[in-house]
């Protein structure tokens, strides 16, 4: 059997417009695809993220959506300077072993840029 291809997150918004100025802008991150109601993001090489317009889209409640990158000051900076509030600078996590910040996008979901700390997350190890 062959395994997955790729892999997309779809979220909900109520403002397609705002929400395409954020990740594009914003965040950097290329159009993909333009489904008009939807667009896909590329976060990775295979990793997507997609945002559908919805009327009445439900609220974000207990969504994270995390970037993962050795430079989260540099993240921070950036996004500092382009307006983005954060919820919580830059700082390590012990328990999770990372190094971590949080924002929120305009539709209130819950951004993590995060750095593992741990050498073995990308090998699929235990990290114990």
């Known amino acids: ?37 939807c667009r896909i993001y590329r976060v990775t090489e295979s990793a997507f993220i997609g945002f559908c317009s919805r009327p009445e889209a439900p609220r974000p409640e207990g969504v994270v959506l995390t970037f993962v990158t050795d430079d989260v000051d540099g993240w921070y900076e950036r996004l500092s300077a382009a307006g983005v509030q ?22 209130g979901y819950l951004i993590e840029i995060q750095r593992f700390d741990d050498p073995n997350w990308r090998e699929g190890g235990s990290g114990s």
């Open 1 to 37: 059997m062959k395994g997955f291809d790729a892999a997309i997150t779809f979220c909900y918004t109520e403002d397609l417009i705002e929400t395409a100025r954020f990740y594009e802008e914003v965040l950097g991150l290329e159009l993909a695809v333009d489904q008009h109601r």
């Open 86 to 107: 954060f919820e919580k600078a830059p700082c390590p996590n012990p328990d999770y072993r990372i190094y971590n910040a949080f924002a929120r996008d305009p539709n």
